[in-house]
Nanobody, 117 residues
Framework: QVQLVESGGGLVQAGGSLRLSCAAS????????MSWYRQTPGKQREFIAA???????TYADSVKGRFTISRDSGKNTLYLHMNSLIPEDTAVYYC???????????WGQGTQVTVSS
């Protein structure tokens, strides 16, 4: 089992920055990737960024150049550095971890980010 706890959300003005954290605990050694998603009411959860254990980073087009994903392996913590925030970034942000064998996907409880115009 893997437990994920997000933190760092809050209210920020447009153009501002926030850093989200996702602390992982439990059996983390078999995790292949960790990702950030976001969701607004009435919409599907949207992929934002992923960190693969081989070092590969991927981003959604909507955040490329503004958001940066990183990981502190010593602390088992995933980060999302968000710059140049816009109101459309307002959402609940979720941390995700994927383990291929045995196959399992884990989610955190989410953290609210609100960007005011």
């Amino acid at each position: 089992q893997v437990q994920l706890v997000e933190s760092g959300g809050g209210l920020v003005q447009a153009g501002g920055s926030l850093r989200l954290s996702c602390a992982a605990s439990g059996v983390v050694s078999d995790i292949r990737s960790m990702s950030w998603y976001r969701q607004t009411p009435g919409k599907q959860r949207e992929f934002i960024a992923a960190f693969i254990v081989d070092g590969t980073l991927t981003y959604a087009d909507s955040v490329k150049g503004r958001f940066t994903i990183s990981r502190d392996s010593g602390k088992n913590t995933l980060y999302l550095h968000m710059n140049s925030l816009i109101p459309e970034d307002t959402a609940v942000y979720y941390c995700n971890a994927f383990r291929p064998r045995p196959r399992a996907t884990y989610w955190g409880q989410g953290t609210q980010v609100t960007v005011s115009s």
